[in-house]
C-alpha cells in the first residue's frame, strides 16, 4: 500500500495552482503586439483552461526539494513545461492524431477554431516555451541546460518518439506487443515530461548529481504509476470528472496496460511504482514531503 502522505495534496495543489495560473496569464500579457489576436485567443483558450498542472508543479516542488526558497525564479521553468504539454494535448486531439472532442471539460482546441490554427496554436506554445526559458532563466548557462533538457524530453527520441511508437502498436491488426514495449512507449511519452519538469526545478536550484540522480528515479517511476492510471480510469473513470471522453482506448485497438496486463495487475503495477518512487526520494528527507503528497494523489485520482 502506498503510505500516507504528511501533506494535504488538495491543499498543496490549490496553492500551487492558483500561482501557475497568475504566472500564466502573466505570460499572455507580456506577448506584443504583432502576435495575432486569433492566435492568442487560441492558445489562451487551452492554456488557461482548468487543467491539474501537475507537471508545473513538480517543477516547483522539485525547486523546492533541492533548496530554492525563490518560487518567482522558478516559475518561467514551470510555465515552460505546462505550455509544451498543452501544446502536446491540441495536437494529439486533432483527427489525424486521437481525434478527441473533449480536453480539460471543454471542447478541443480544433473544434473551436479549426484544424489549422490549432495546429498554429501548439506550434506557438511549443516555441514560446524556449524562448521563456532562454529570456528569463538566469543565468544564462543554466537557462541553456534547461532548453536542452526540455528540447530532448519533447523532441524525438522523447514524447514525440513515444507518440510515433504509441501510434504504431495502437493500428487495427498490430501484432501483439511485449510489456517492454508498452513501457517504452510511456517513458518516452508520459515519463519523459514528468522527469524533465524534476529536471527542471533542480537545475534552477542548483541541484547536485546526486539530487539531480533521485529526482530521475522519481520522475520515472511517477509518469509510468500516472500513465496506468490514466488507463486505467479510461475505463472506470466519469467523463465529468476526468474533463474528456472515457472508454474510448479499446474501441481504437490502443495499446493500454490494462489491455495487455488486467485492471487488478494494473493497478497493484501503479502502487508499487508510487511506493518505490517515494522511497528513492528517502535521502531527501522531509524536504521531498510535498513530492510524495503529489505522488499519493496519483493513485488515488479520478481524473
Known sequence: MVQAPVLSYPQLASEYCGRIDHALAACIERLGPDCPDRLREAFSYSLMAPGKRLRPQLVLMAARACGASDMQAVMPAACAVEMVHTYSLIHDDLPAMDDDDLRRGQPSCHKVFGEALAILAGDALLTWAFELLARDIRPPERAASCCCALATAAGAAGMVGGQVEDLENSKIGAPPAELSVLESIHRRKTGAMFVVSLELGGLVAGAD????????????????????????????????????????????????FPGLLGAAESGQRAEKLICDACESLEPLGKAADELRALAGYVVERNR
Open 209 to 256: 548529481r546526486r539530487r539531480m540522480a533521485l529526482l530521475e528515479a522519481f520522475g520515472s517511476r511517477l509518469g509510468l504509476a500516472f500513465q496506468i492510471m490514466d488507463d486505467l480510469l479510461d475505463i472506470h473513470g466519469e467523463q465529468n470528472a476526468m474533463g474528456k471522453r472515457v472508454g474510448k482506448d479499446a474501441g481504437r485497438g490502443k495499446l493500454t
